[in-house]
């Protein structure tokens, strides 16, 4: 959930990853397609160079938590107005709609901080227990 969406005493952390494999619903032939209800496996290779997600992995780090709230307002170097404009990043919700799954976003203005995560794996369901 972004920040304009929430009162004063939460905090919003946008999530953001390198490379995924994930369960999602399958709404790449859109949410209306006979697939749409079935949750399926998908592989997204890495985060275009250019998206918020690849900016974030070339930290070479398996993860990384960003605390947006902590710049300083009068900065206003490179950095600062790169988080403050529009820049793409992935929009994995419970669905998954390929190449469609970027949003724009300027992250310091949406989100609190940002949790960056190189690589991600899908949940493994649990078996049922008689």
């Given amino acids: 959930m972004r920040r304009e969406n929430l009162s ?3 905090s919003s952390v946008g999530f953001s990853f390198g490379e995924a494999s994930f369960l999602a619903l ?10 749409a209800n ?21 930290a070479h780090q398996a993860a990384v938590l960003v605390d947006l ?19 793409k ?23 609190d901080a940002l949790l960056y995560v190189n690589r991600i794996s899908p949940i493994h369901r649990l078996k049922a227990t008689p």
């Fill in 26 to 35: 399958d709404w790449t032939h859109g949410p209306h397609a006979p697939e």
């Fill in 38 to 58: 079935q949750i399926v496996p998908f592989r997204v290779g890495p985060a275009p160079s250019d998206s918020v997600d690849g900016v974030l992995g070339l």
């Fill in 69 to 87: 709230r902590s710049a300083p307002a009068q900065r206003k170097d490179v950095v600062d107005t790169w988080l403050r404009s529009p820049q």
């Fill in 8 to 10: 004063a005493a939460r």
């Fill in 89 to 111: 990043m992935h929009t994995v919700r419970g669905f998954y709609d390929g190449e469609r799954a970027f949003e724009t976003v300027a992250a310091s203005k949406a989100f």
